[in-house]
């Protein structure tokens, strides 16, 4: 497998792309072919006639590109899989917790399909992991989204006419995100809080110059993957309870909390948001699998009666496209070139490779993958 197509993004929301040119010219000098489809980098800065300096070829359609194309790259998920040839390798999210119908459909179309949700969060992967570097600037937008709207400012600053305090910036969720949050609102000048159910992370967050919030939840920990455990109904109760005295002098709240493959757990209800500041701004990072936040709403800004304003977090990584796709490019190539056998001058698909085992989800005509067969 050496001939990949590069799709075009459907989604009108979506603005990045899987492959910026250098990457583009790196994989044709390994020994790859590759067509791209017209207009794919023009949302995040990269032009057809880059490409076309890099060595690809262009193609006006997904659907064209398909004809004799081994590997497919893609970021979202195909609206449709007709034109895909059998035994093509397709890469993208695949959101395969709640898309069963569509890994059915790959499989009986006898797509070898990878979900980038499950490339394994190991050291040796760590080059490819697309959550990680994605997340990453999600959690810088979020602070920059809720300082733009914040009535006052973030840091310090000592006048003639007086002395303005910090804004006091509280982030829930200390995975990949909710660093990069709190490292951004430092930055800018703010006192900073955060919490997360693993203690283990007291460390990072206290080498950012923010402070950990102890909130006794009894047992806790992380899955193999790094994900939060799910906590149970009592826990959440109790996390509640202690958060919102942290919420209430907070200016920024920034919420990261997402259970990989469930729900997101509720953690500021409307007893929270009643009792906060008006003006203050709160960031539900988890609104598009539920929301941390009550009364939070998919790419909408909701203004409460007490001045209290909730903002959508979701992909928020789509504000800064050539970035996102530069780290995107970095994930895909990775996984690229780690599976390219130079013998051979091509890709080859190893099921004994425990990323690719972790990944592959449908092969051969079935759903080869343990967690979803």
Same mark, same amino acid.
């Given at each position: 497998?050496? !001939?990949?197509?590069?799709?075009?993004?459907?989604?009108? *929301?979506?603005?990045?792309? &899987?492959?910026? +040119?250098?990457?583009?010219?790196? /994989?044709?000098?390994?020994?790859?072919?590759?067509?791209?489809?017209?207009?794919?980098?023009? !949302?995040?800065?990269?032009? =057809?006639? @880059?490409?076309?300096? &890099?060595?690809?070829?262009?193609?006006?359609?997904?659907?064209?590109?398909?004809?004799?194309?081994?590997?497919?790259?893609?970021?979202?998920?195909?609206?449709?899989?007709?034109?895909?040839?059998?035994?093509?390798? $397709?890469?993208?999210?695949?959101? %395969?917790?709640?898309?069963?119908?569509?890994?059915?459909?790959?499989?009986?179309?006898?797509?070898?399909?990878?979900?980038?949700?499950?490339? %394994?969060?190991?050291?040796?992967?760590?080059?490819?992991?697309?959550?990680?570097?994605?997340?990453?600037?999600?959690?810088?937008?979020?602070?920059?989204?809720?300082?733009?709207?914040?009535?006052?400012?973030? +840091?310090?600053?000592?006048?003639?006419?007086?002395?303005?305090?910090? @804004? #006091?910036?509280?982030?829930?969720?200390?995975?990949?995100?909710?660093?990069? &949050?709190?490292?951004?609102?430092? #930055?800018?000048?703010? #006192?900073?809080? @955060?919490?997360?159910?693993? +203690?283990?992370?007291?460390?990072?967050?206290?080498?950012?110059?923010?402070?950990?919030?102890?909130?006794?939840?009894?047992?806790?920990?992380?899955?193999?993957?790094?994900?939060?455990?799910?906590?149970?109904?009592?826990?959440?109760?109790?996390?509640?309870?202690?958060?919102?005295?942290?919420?209430?002098?907070?200016?920024?709240?920034?919420?990261?909390? *997402?259970?990989?493959?469930?729900?997101? %757990?509720?953690?500021?209800?409307?007893?929270?948001? =009643?009792?906060?500041?008006?003006?203050?701004?709160?960031?539900?990072? &988890?609104?598009?699998?539920?929301?941390?936040?009550?009364?939070?709403?998919?790419?909408?800004?909701?203004? #409460?009666?007490?001045?209290?304003?909730?903002?959508?977090?979701?992909?928020?990584?789509?504000?800064?496209?050539?970035?996102?796709?530069?780290? /995107?490019?970095?994930?895909?190539?990775?996984?690229?070139? $780690?599976?390219?056998?130079?013998?051979?001058?091509?890709?080859?698909?190893?099921?004994?490779?425990?990323?690719? *085992?972790?990944?592959?989800?449908?092969?051969?005509?079935?759903?080869? $993958?343990?967690?979803?067969?």
């Amino acid at each position: 497998m050496k !001939k990949i197509l590069l799709c075009k993004e459907t989604d009108p *929301k979506e603005t990045r792309t &899987a492959l910026i +040119p250098d990457d583009v010219k790196k /994989l044709i000098a390994m020994g790859y072919e590759i067509k791209v489809v017209k207009g794919t980098g023009e !949302k995040s800065g990269f032009s =057809d006639d @880059a490409y076309v300096k &890099a060595g690809a070829t262009l193609v006006s359609s997904n659907e064209e590109g398909y004809k004799g194309s081994e590997i497919v790259l893609r970021i979202l998920k195909p609206e449709s899989i007709k034109g895909i040839e059998a035994e093509t390798l $397709h890469l993208s999210y695949l959101d %395969p917790f709640n898309e069963k119908k569509l890994l059915g459909d790959m499989a009986k179309a006898k797509l070898q399909a990878v979900s980038l949700e499950m490339i %394994p969060r190991t050291t040796l992967a760590q080059k490819m992991d697309v959550q990680s570097s994605q997340t990453s600037l999600a959690g810088y937008a979020a602070v920059v989204n809720a300082a733009a709207r914040l009535p006052k400012i973030l +840091p310090m600053m000592v006048t003639p006419s007086g002395t303005i305090n910090p @804004a #006091r910036v509280f982030v829930i969720g200390v995975g990949v995100a909710g660093l990069q &949050a709190i490292a951004t609102a430092k #930055r800018l000048g703010a #006192r900073v809080d @955060a919490f997360d159910t693993r +203690p283990v992370v007291e460390e990072q967050v206290k080498s950012l110059g923010a402070s950990f919030v102890k909130i006794d939840l009894g047992e806790m920990g992380q899955t193999d993957q790094g994900y939060a455990k799910e906590l149970t109904p009592e826990q959440i109760a109790k996390q509640q309870e202690a958060q919102a005295k942290v919420c209430e002098r907070s200016d920024i709240v920034i919420t990261t909390a *997402k259970v990989f493959g469930r729900k997101a %757990p509720r953690l500021i209800g409307k007893d929270v948001l =009643d009792r906060m500041k008006p003006g203050a701004v709160v960031v539900d990072m &988890a609104v598009s699998t539920g929301g941390n936040v009550e009364g939070s709403k998919l790419y909408e800004e909701v203004v #409460r009666d007490n001045g209290v304003i909730i903002m959508s977090g979701d992909m928020l990584e789509r504000q800064v496209p050539f970035d996102a796709s530069k780290m /995107l490019s970095g994930n895909f190539t990775a996984f690229l070139t $780690h599976f390219y056998d130079k013998e051979s001058k091509e890709l080859k698909v190893n099921t004994d490779d425990e990323i690719m *085992k972790g990944c592959l989800l449908t092969q051969n005509g079935q759903i080869i $993958h343990e967690r979803f067969k």
